[in-house]
């Protein structure tokens, strides 16, 4: 530590640690041209994307799936209606074969009483027992028994041919009704067909539209790319300027109390309203003091440069990805002051200070009054903070929205007490990491990233490296891993044949299977989370698809319940990315 220098007044000393701190000033760096500053929402959905005439195509989209949907279910119905019939016109069918079947019999009965009331190679008929002779008694029975055989016999045939003309008129009645039926089960499959071309179009627009916003994305990313370089090579300048100088950051106990002492050759750093702030100092130096940090601090903010390009993934915890609260809590649990992992969570506890003496290191909470606290970030001045950022899918640095900065807490202090996070007011939607969160219900409700189901850009996903397959950037990197361990058992990797599907795929395998692919816009694998799997996983009972049962977990991929045995839709080879 280098010997104690005169401090400067608190005047001076404010103006030359605020010329120190804006030298990480990611748009204005120390030495070379400016660099690209950050946007305000860097990667993020600005442009096409945003824009009334995307969420427009999007309710067009959703008008025809609705309408798809239900025409559907009415060619099912039709469908079903046609197999009806067809069974009722192959039952009456064989009515009528019955029938005359039936006929036929008893015919065949008659044929063979009168073959034996022949006699004398005559029949036996009233005029043939008349000229027999005999007891005129024997005649008249004789007569009244032909009499009543033959009334029987024409009845019996009578009835059989009846049930023939019945059946006949029923086989009508049921060609009629089949004819009918063919005729509205082809008329709806128009209809449908009406409807998925007006689909296809719909979602030629989206396409055509989405290409543009990719191209626009991967601008932004080139761009962000460098901020984010440009940033970290800042802070270790900083750091290296410090070395240079004989500083060796101070745990945060020594600077809690400028007014009472700090470590010799440091100084105070003034405070916007007079004063001077706790937590920090500075090294007086001309032509620019050299601000100092905490320990503590120093740390957090260098494991949070090796975090940025990182993608961002609501509800994990690194290393792979980070949602916001999570990367504040673990680099600043790293150096060993424990926080909070939320949003809401670290602003009830984080001790405030004045947006103008905000400095590296310090928590910032950007929110509105409508939608309450919106976002938690790592200031590294005034107008920039780094954060696992919603809207850009990463970890980034993106602009301070000074104007909508609802509290800036300096972990270094130690806690508060506890006071809760304001929320939305009025019916706006809850913004979590910078992104709205809008309700599951909710057409084209975005996700992650600020992108609509089915519309996310490719740029915006992670390869897997087979056949063209990609998903969210965590579950990209938890699925390789998955895969390679389970090389390791079956000597190859895990066999996949769909992963992320487009808007316009779904429309597609919704018109080809409505009772098995979910409802466009709504299925897991439009957010890049779901993959379909062959190579034996795609059968229940097989050591494969046990192996995952077993193992795929502890990656974050498990199979939904409702694909599981007996659930109804049973899926074996549907897997869904849940997070470490």
């Known amino acids: ?24 000033l990611v748009a204005v760096p120390l030495a070379g041209p400016a660099a690209a500053a950050p946007s305000d929402q860097p990667g993020g959905t600005s442009g096409v994307l945003d824009s009334e005439a995307l969420d427009r195509l999007q309710q067009r989209a959703a008008e025809v799936q609705a309408d798809l949907q ?40 008659v044929a063979q009483y009168a073959a034996a009331a022949y006699r004398d190679g005559g029949s036996l008929t009233p005029l043939t027992v008349l000229l027999a002779g005999g007891d005129p008694g024997d005649v008249v029975s004789a007569l009244g028994y032909l009499e009543a055989v033959d009334a029987h016999t024409a009845q019996v045939v009578g009835e059989a041919e009846r049930q023939r003309q019945a059946a006949l008129a029923e086989r009508e009645s049921a060609d009629g009704a089949l004819a009918q039926a063919r005729g509205r089960a082809d008329e709806l499959a128009a209809e449908v067909a009406d409807l998925e071309a007006s689909a296809a179009a719909v979602t030629a627009e989206l396409d055509a539209a989405l290409a543009e916003v990719d191209r626009q994305l991967a601008r932004l990313q080139r761009e962000q790319a460098d901020v984010n370089v440009q940033t970290a090579a800042n802070w270790r300048a900083h750091l290296g300027r410090l070395a240079a100088a004989g500083v060796q950051s101070p745990p945060a106990a020594a600077l809690l109390d400028p007014v009472a ?68 809590s673990s680099v600043y649990g790293a150096a060993g002051i424990d926080l909070p992992d939320d949003q809401a969570g670290l602003y009830a506890v984080t001790t405030p200070v004045d947006l103008a003496d905000v400095l590296p290191g310090d928590l910032v909470f950007p929110g509105t009054p409508e939608a309450g606290l919106g976002h938690v970030g790592i200031a590294l001045d005034r107008q920039t903070m780094l954060a696992a950022d919603g809207r850009a899918g990463a970890v980034v640095v993106r602009r301070l929205p000074a104007d909508e900065v609802l509290h800036v807490g300096r972990p270094s202090l130690g806690p508060r007490p506890e006071e809760p996070a304001p929320g939305p007011t009025g019916g706006a939607l809850p913004v979590e990491c910078g992104n709205p969160v809008y309700p599951p219900s909710s057409s084209g409700g975005r996700s992650w990233g600020g992108y609509p189901n089915g519309l996310i850009p490719p740029s915006a996903l992670c390869p897997l490296g087979v056949s063209g397959h990609a998903l969210r950037c965590d579950a990209a990197a938890a699925w390789r891993a998955m895969s390679a361990a389970f090389a390791d058992v079956f000597g190859e990797p895990v066999c996949i044949t769909d992963s992320y599907r487009t808007y316009a795929g779904q429309v597609r395998l919704y018109g080809e299977k409505p009772a098995l692919a979910a409802v466009p816009g709504t299925s897991n694998h439009g957010w890049g989370l779901a993959v379909d799997l062959c190579g034996g996983i795609e059968t229940f009972g097989t050591p494969q698809y046990a192996w995952m049962v077993a193992n795929a977990g502890r990656f974050g991929w498990l199979h939904p319940t409702w694909a599981d045995p007996g659930n109804g839709r049973e899926e074996p080879w549907h897997w869904e990315y849940a997070g470490g």
Request: a negative charge.
């Open 261 to 328: 002492g700090l470590p010799v050759g440091l100084a105070p750093v003034g405070a916007a309203a007079g004063g001077v702030q706790p937590g920090t100092a500075q090294l007086p130096q001309q032509p620019t003091s050299l601000l100092v940090l905490p320990a503590e601090t120093v740390a957090a903010v260098t494991a949070a440069m090796d975090a940025l390009g990182r993608p961002y993934a609501p509800g994990t915890a690194g290393p792979d990805s980070w949602d916001c609260g999570s990367l504040v």
């Open 70 to 109: 239900r025409r559907q279910t009415e060619v099912a119905a039709a469908r079903q209606a046609l197999t009806d019939a067809e069974a009722e016109v192959e039952a009456a069918r064989t009515a009528v074969d019955d029938a005359e079947a039936e006929l036929a019999r008893y015919r065949t009965v």
């Open 1 to 24: 530590m280098r010997s104690r220098s005169r401090p400067a007044a608190p005047g001076r000393a404010a103006a030359l640690v605020l010329a120190g701190a804006a030298a990480l």
